[in-house]
């Protein structure tokens, strides 16, 4: 810790500045500030301060490039800018994480959000650094205890593996990511929470969340209120904090909730910037965004570490086709779909089994257990046909062996679904062959699961 300290300060000492190119503010255009002075010397992206003259100073970055001026959206509203106030250029954006940085809760540009003094890495990084060379990446590693039955079996997750969580709102989506990042075996975890409602913050960190899950994590929190500027850097910062460790040779686990609202940040910032609007109002550049964020997660290279990530989707009336949550379906190893009347009758994790699906399988399972969760699937999806008929009475016992052992198994398997078990993957697939056994005999070959 000494070291790491040292080598911090003299990280911060060699960073300080003295001297900035400087612009003026020339002309003002909605939320649109447009600067003289800076052309030749900004590059898209870069970071800038605008100084106003009775002394406030306000972030902005830089979205257009043009010979006569520097096209910047300031980080919040543009009241009180005049024209002929000073503009320094900071330059690219980039974070400088530590170790020291675990069981913190920081704000995207790597200040603490807790009033506390936090330690400044020896290196910077950029936020929007490049994933490793696909050819170079290692394939999915190992099956990873989560502390769910559910995961632990008929949803595996290996390490490096990305999956989806898709849901609505109110309907236990945090409370999972939460049981994840203490559960899920990995070194450490690296939550993004991206355009939080401000009061949760808090209750996360200290209910939800709990001191156990916190020792071990790094959250980066962006709140609703601020500019979509900074909750666009959020998903970006706590990915880079993630690749910190990550280069280290650690596991670490990623959550981000939600890519929604890191999607409509982009949006805000690109439709500012003259992008035309296309799909539902998402800018063309919205999937490239999303992906490159994604990519950036999963296996390592040569002395890495992998990085397993869940990314939370918000779908509206479980719209599974809108546009953000059809972009990250289609680069993902697997979506967990959340449905809200199994969360209003009680259970949870609320997960629509029949919709989710982790690319992991089959070559995560052994042949036994792959039967298993073949034939758990096949008992669940057999009552889900039926059961209309089975609640209104018109199914009679006898007329499908199929149905009549998914009526006898529903109550184990409903139940299973929302256990957790601290014995281990092995213990959670002895359970699901108990609750499989409370099924008559079998009468029809498993199928296999598509993958």
């Given at each position: 810790?000494?070291?790491?300290?040292?080598?911090?300060?003299?990280?911060?000492?060699?960073?300080?500045?003295?001297?900035?190119?400087?612009?003026?503010?020339?002309?003002?255009r909605?939320?649109?500030?447009?600067?003289?002075?800076?052309?030749?010397?900004?590059?898209?992206?870069?970071?800038?301060?605008?100084?106003?003259?009775?002394g406030?100073?306000?972030r902005?970055?830089?979205?257009?490039?043009?010979?006569?001026?520097?096209?910047?959206?300031?980080?919040?509203?543009?009241?009180?800018?005049?024209?002929?106030?000073?503009?320094?250029?900071i330059?690219?954006a980039?974070?400088?994480?530590?170790?020291?940085?675990?069981?913190?809760?920081?704000?995207?540009?790597?200040?603490?959000l807790?009033?506390?003094?936090?330690?400044?890495?020896?290196?910077?990084?950029?936020?929007?650094?490049?994933?490793?060379?696909?050819?170079?990446?290692?394939p999915?590693g190992?099956?990873?205890?989560?502390?769910?039955?559910?995961?632990?079996?008929?949803?595996?997750?290996v390490?490096?593996?990305?999956?989806?969580?898709?849901?609505?709102?109110?309907?236990?989506?945090?409370?999972?990511?939460?049981?994840?990042?203490?559960?899920?075996?990995?070194?450490?975890?690296?939550?993004?929470?991206?355009?939080?409602?401000?009061?949760?913050?808090?209750?996360?960190?200290?209910?939800v969340?709990?001191?156990?899950?916190?020792?071990?994590?790094?959250?980066?929190?962006?709140?609703?209120?601020?500019?979509?500027?900074?909750?666009?850097?959020?998903?970006?910062?706590?990915?880079?904090?993630?690749?910190?460790?990550?280069?280290?040779?650690?596991?670490?686990?990623?959550?981000?909730?939600?890519?929604?609202r890191?999607?409509?940040?982009?949006?805000?910032?690109?439709?500012?910037?003259?992008?035309?609007?296309?799909?539902?109002?998402?800018?063309?550049s919205?999937a490239?965004?999303?992906?490159?964020?994604?990519?950036?997660a999963?296996?390592?290279?040569?002395?890495?570490?992998?990085?397993?990530?869940?990314?939370?989707?918000?779908?509206?009336?479980?719209?599974?086709?809108?546009?953000?949550?059809?972009?990250?379906?289609?680069?993902?190893?697997g979506?967990?779909?959340?449905?809200?009347?199994?969360?209003?009758?009680?259970?949870?994790?609320?997960?629509?089994?029949?919709?989710?699906?982790?690319?992991?399988?089959?070559?995560?399972?052994?042949?036994?257990?792959?039967?298993?969760?073949?034939?758990?699937?096949r008992?669940?999806?057999?009552?889900?046909?039926?059961?209309?008929?089975?609640?209104?009475?018109?199914?009679?016992?006898?007329?499908?062996?199929?149905?009549?052992?998914?009526?006898?198994?529903?109550?184990?398997?409903?139940?299973?679904?929302?256990?957790?078990?601290?014995?281990?993957?092995?213990?959670?697939?002895?359970?699901?062959?108990?609750?499989?056994?409370?099924?008559?005999?079998?009468?029809?070959?498993?199928?296999?699961?598509?993958?």
């Open positions: 810790m000494q070291t790491l300290s040292i080598a911090g300060l003299a990280a911060q000492i060699a960073a300080l500045r003295t001297t900035f190119p400087v612009g003026r503010v020339t002309s003002l909605g939320e649109i500030v447009f600067v003289a002075g800076l052309s030749t010397a900004a590059g898209l992206g870069d970071l800038v301060q605008i100084r106003h003259q009775d406030r100073i306000r902005g970055e830089v979205l257009g490039l043009s010979r006569d001026a520097v096209t910047v959206l300031p980080d919040g509203a543009p009241e009180g800018l005049s024209i002929g106030d000073r503009v320094l250029l330059g690219p980039a974070l400088a994480p530590d170790d020291s940085w675990l069981g913190r809760v920081v704000d995207p540009f790597g200040a603490a807790d009033g506390r003094p936090l330690g400044r890495g020896a290196a910077e990084r950029a936020i929007r650094a490049a994933p490793p060379a696909a050819i170079d990446r290692r999915l190992e099956r990873l205890e989560t502390g769910l039955t559910l995961f632990n079996t008929l949803l595996p997750l390490r490096g593996q990305r999956i989806g969580l898709f849901a609505g709102s109110g309907v236990g989506k945090s409370r999972l990511l939460a049981s994840l990042a203490r559960g899920l075996e990995a070194d450490m975890a690296v939550i993004a929470l991206v355009g939080e409602r401000g009061r949760e913050v808090r209750e996360f960190v200290e209910t969340l709990g001191p156990e899950g916190m020792a071990r994590s790094v959250i980066v929190a962006a709140t609703s209120d601020q500019s979509p500027l900074v909750r666009r850097r959020a998903a970006w910062s706590a990915m880079s904090v993630a690749e910190h460790f990550r280069d280290q040779g650690a596991h670490v686990l990623f959550l981000t909730d939600s890519v929604t890191f999607a409509e940040a982009h949006r805000e910032v690109a439709l500012a910037s003259g992008e035309a609007a296309s799909l539902r109002g998402y800018p063309p919205t490239q965004m999303i992906t490159g964020l994604a990519e950036r999963g296996p390592g290279a040569g002395s890495m570490g992998d990085i397993t990530a869940v990314f939370s989707v918000l779908v509206a009336g479980s719209d599974m086709e809108e546009p953000v949550a059809d972009i990250l379906r289609g680069v993902l190893d979506h967990v779909v959340m449905d809200r009347q199994i969360a209003e009758r009680g259970r949870f994790p609320a997960v629509d089994l029949l919709r989710s699906v982790s690319r992991s399988l089959p070559q995560a399972a052994t042949e036994e257990e792959n039967h298993l969760i073949n034939r758990a699937r008992l669940l999806g057999a009552y889900d046909r039926a059961e209309m008929m089975i609640q209104a009475g018109l199914y009679q016992s006898g007329s499908d062996p199929e149905i009549d052992a998914a009526i006898a198994a529903w109550p184990a398997l409903d139940s299973f679904l929302c256990e957790e078990e601290p014995g281990g993957i092995a213990d959670s697939f002895a359970r699901l062959s108990e609750c499989l056994a409370t099924a008559v005999p079998e009468s029809v070959t498993a199928p296999q699961i598509p993958v």
